[in-house]
Each structure stands twice: as C-alpha cells, then as structure tokens.
Nanobody, 119 residues
C-alpha cells in the first residue's frame, strides 16, 4: 500500500520560511518523479515544483528563486524548502508521485499539509 505523508506545514508571517517533508512508503521512491502541488479552496490544484528521478527540477514561475525542491532517495523523502513566503503562497500543499518521468500522470497524492502566510 502506497502512502505519501506530508508534514511541516503551519502558520508563518510574510517573509518567513517553512520546510515541507513528504515521507513515502510502499513504492520504489527512486523510480518516481516527485512533485509538490498546492490548492486553495475554489481553485484548481496547481503544480509548484517537480523533481525527476535524475534530480532535474522545475518550478512554477511564481516560486522560482524562493522555493527549493529536493529528494533523499535513501530516506524515501521529498522536501520543499520555502523561503520569503508571501500571503499568496497560502494553500494546502500536497506531494505527488508519478512512475517514471514527470508528465506521465500522477499515480499517488498525499493527504496534504496546510500552509498559511499572514501579511
């Protein structure tokens, strides 16, 4: 049974930092593209960052230079370091796994962790 468990969310003031983690189990972590998505109520889920099996990374323009995605295959854990947070970053953040290369379709989502940024 595949599980993706996010942690590290919380409330922070604008300009602050948070580090999200996603612990994966039940899959061969190193064989998956891993991604972070976020969603605000009433809006579509948005892809924030992705990291390929080989470590290549991509970001949505709004977080470039502020967020860093990384992975530790030995620990089967995905991370998202979020710096210089803005109120617009407030959302539920989800990690996701795609077998193989990014773009092939999400196979698993986690339950999410809430991030709230106050001005």
């Amino acid at each position: 049974q595949v599980q993706l468990v996010e942690s590290g969310g919380g409330s922070v003031q604008a300009g602050g930092s948070l580090r999200l983690s996603c612990a994966a189990s039940g899959l061969v972590f190193s064989s998956y593209c891993m991604e972070w998505y976020r969603q605000v109520p009433g809006k579509e889920r948005e892809g924030v960052a992705a990291i390929e099996m080989n470590g290549d990374v991509k970001y949505v323009d709004s977080v470039k230079g502020r967020f860093t995605i990384s992975r530790d295959n030995a620990k089967s854990t995905l991370y998202l370091q979020m710096n210089r947070l803005e109120p617009e970053d407030s959302a539920m953040y989800f990690c996701a796994a795609e077998a193989g290369a990014c773009g092939s379709g999400i196979d698993y989502y986690g339950q999410g962790t809430q991030v709230t940024v106050s001005s």
